[in-house]
């Protein structure tokens, strides 16, 4: 073999140099394109997460709305089923309290009722002792009786000469 000079060694150190040159210039650009991909995509997962965060804040107030609406909702409902069972109760029970008055007022008119038919009371005593209730007693024996009208607002009886036809 021979000998290589020092120039030739300089020169091929050169072009082995400028070659190495050439390739780190060609993977700098190729990381430079790598780096503006990369700055792209960056970019838009920024926005992404912008999107991402308003839409996450979206979903929190609307489950919240939601769960007020429904506790609202239901709240409502139970009170209005609460009053209706209450009101239904209280009729109930003025409606036995009435009952059982309409039953007592009319064992009592009956109890009267037996004692007129056998003569035994006064007709016009009995009729001005009934309770006050909103009623017009008339006769119907064609003659010119004495007809009582009972009024509870005032609690007067007023005693009308004549049948009312």
Excluded at 25 to 43: F, M, P, W, Y
Excluded at 96 to 118: D, G, I, P
Excluded at 128 to 142: D, V
Aim: hydrophobic share 35%.
């Amino acid at each position: 073999m021979t000998d290589l000079t020092r120039e030739e060694i300089d020169a091929k150190l050169e072009a082995n140099e400028a070659r190495r040159d050439a390739m780190f210039a060609t993977i700098n650009g190729k990381l430079d394109l790598i780096v503006e991909r990369l700055e792209s995509q960056i970019k838009r997962i920024d926005k992404l997460e912008q999107a991402m965060i308003s839409l996450k804040s979206t979903v929190i107030i609307t489950g919240i709305s939601s769960s007020i609406a429904i506790i609202l909702g239901v709240a409502g409902f139970n009170a209005t089923l609460l009053s209706n069972m209450t009101a239904t109760f209280e009729s109930g029970k003025e409606t036995a309290t009435m009952q059982y008055e309409t039953r007592r007022m009319a064992q009592e008119t009956n109890a009267l009722l037996k004692k007129w038919k056998s003569g035994s009371i006064n007709k016009l005593r009995t009729i001005k002792s009934l309770p006050l209730l909103n009623f017009t007693m008339s006769c119907y024996c064609r003659k010119n009786c004495e007809v009582l009208t009972c009024k509870p607002s005032t609690g007067r009886r007023d005693r009308i000469p004549k049948h009312r036809r």
